[in-house]
């Protein structure tokens, strides 16, 4: 694919705003949630101002990286919110000095410095995981590249470029799993301050109020990481506005997003479950078969479709608020019961399998684990449906516009074009009647010209050049292998 189709990014003063704005807010909440734990109440025994700095005694493994965050990513945190500051304030100087006219590629460059600064040592967290634990970061990246590839060729009129695929999953590994983890780090030590036992310091109280903080934290963490979704999908929609964008572009943005937090959690749990397995049952084997395996499209791959999906449809509507409330109220709801009905339905209505058990480890657990994902699985997969059919006119008119008797889209392959299922039995029938190479080129052809479908359909005037390019693409793939369907 040629440069220009990469991302398709224009330097927009708009954009530029809404992403600090967006870097911002998640710097300020980040801050209060750094204040309240400051002044929680101390319950343990030598505790620290900052409960992610306490260490539980002895060699507390991976439990105690669980439950903490390193002290060099939280110092570089602070230096990247203070140098952040400094970018802004130097912006700001500079741009009064030299008159609110003046922008350009100092402006861009200041805004992207600033963003970095603010927003990507959350990241270390993330790669701090996955580098320390690198074995196991290998052996989750073949099904994760899996589901990528998956996610861009389940469209093909008008789809997500792989620029933008990369960004949103870079989004979903290292920020919203960083970020997110960075709050609810942070929320564990103050939700535990106030609903921990009131009296006593010994270690062997430490169990108290333990259920109701991690019952609390749960739905922290699906509110956090919904809203941190939410707000990378609104920064590439936003940035991507002038492609076709719609619920169909929001979903797949927003379940990649998922799957990049998704590989990166992933990676801790089975390495977790791999340490303490023997206190909690599950091995790090049973952990990759169900998240990695059975499980790989659950989880935040589909909860991240869903509020994708919300704020893809509110663009351009006028009942926004509602589009994009559902879509983050689907998604909160839908992690919240995927981390506490699952526990419960297992323990209520499993008590006839032997944990651990060959029925116990391929079917009885997967089963309660998935149960109350399927309803939101089945919602996002009727959404991307009705979203792929909603095309089908835009299609229609697209590759009509395109259509001529020496053109890049003829006649005969306009029909073809225009339906998924013809396409599909065009290069297949090419396949079985000549040979793979054949079928390839059929394909490739047939991409192209959805490109141009693509490009036709955005109505967008200042892109003439780059339809002049896709245009002579196809003539380039029809002059190098004649292919009929």
Request: proline fraction near 5%; charge should be positive; hydrophobic fraction near 50%.
């Amino acid at each position: 694919m040629s440069g220009p189709r990469l991302l398709s990014v224009r330097d927009d003063p708009w954009v530029r705003a809404r992403a600090l704005l967006i870097a911002r807010v998640a710097i300020v909440l980040y801050l209060v949630e750094l204040l309240l734990n400051l002044t929680r109440p101390h319950l343990l025994p030598h505790e620290p101002a900052l409960s992610i700095f306490y260490k539980l005694p002895g060699d507390s493994g991976s439990l105690g990286r669980l439950l903490s965050t390193p002290r060099l990513v939280f110092w570089c945190v602070l230096a990247g919110i203070v140098a952040g500051a400094a970018v802004q304030i130097y912006a700001a100087l500079t741009r009064r000095r030299n008159g609110a006219g003046d922008g350009g590629r100092r402006a861009i460059t200041l805004t992207w410095v600033t963003l970095g600064c603010l927003l990507l040592p959350f990241g270390l967290i993330s790669l701090t995981v996955l580098f320390e634990f690198f074995p196991t970061t290998l052996l989750c990246l073949p099904t994760t590249a899996l589901v990528l590839f998956l996610l861009r060729a389940v469209v093909r009129f008008a789809r997500v470029s792989w620029a933008a695929l990369l960004l949103a999953f870079a989004w979903g590994s290292l920020i919203v799993f960083g970020l997110g983890r960075a709050y609810t780090s942070l929320a564990y030590g103050t939700v535990y301050g106030y609903l921990g036992p009131k009296s006593g310091t010994d270690l062997g109280s430490f169990t108290k109020g333990l259920d109701d903080t991690i019952n609390l934290l749960i739905v922290h963490l699906s509110l956090v990481n919904a809203l941190i979704v939410a707000a990378g999908v609104a920064l590439l929609l936003m940035l991507l506005r002038h492609r076709v964008t719609d619920a169909v572009t929001g979903l797949l943005l927003g379940a990649t997003v998922g799957l990049g937090y998704n590989f990166v959690e992933n990676v801790l749990i089975i390495k977790l479950y791999g340490s303490l397995g023997v206190f909690f049952g599950p091995t790090s084997g049973f952990e990759y078969w169900i998240r990695e395996a059975i499980g790989l499209l659950g989880g935040q791959v589909t909860f991240g479709a869903l509020v994708g999906a919300g704020i893809g449809a509110a663009a351009g509507v006028h009942r926004r608020g509602l589009l994009v409330g559902a879509g983050l109220l689907a998604a909160v709801g839908g992690a919240t019961a995927a981390e506490t009905l699952s526990g419960w339905l297992a323990s209520e209505l499993g008590d006839g399998v032997q944990v651990g058990s060959a029925l116990d480890t391929l079917v009885v657990s997967p089963f309660f684990w998935l149960l109350p994902q399927l309803p939101f699985f089945a919602l996002a997969v009727a959404l991307l449906v009705t979203g792929i059919r909603s095309r089908a006119p835009a299609l229609r008119a697209a590759v009509a516009a395109e259509t001529a008797p020496a053109g890049p889209i003829t006649q005969v392959e306009a029909p073809v074009l225009v339906s998924p299922v013809l396409r599909f039995w065009a290069v297949a029938g090419t396949w079985r009647a000549y040979d793979r190479a054949t079928a390839l080129a059929l394909h490739r052809l047939q991409s192209a010209q959805l490109e141009l479908a693509s490009w036709r359909a955005q109505n967008d005037p200042e892109a003439g050049a780059e339809g002049d390019e896709l245009r002579a693409r196809v003539m380039r793939g029809k002059g190098v292998r004649e292919v009929t369907p």
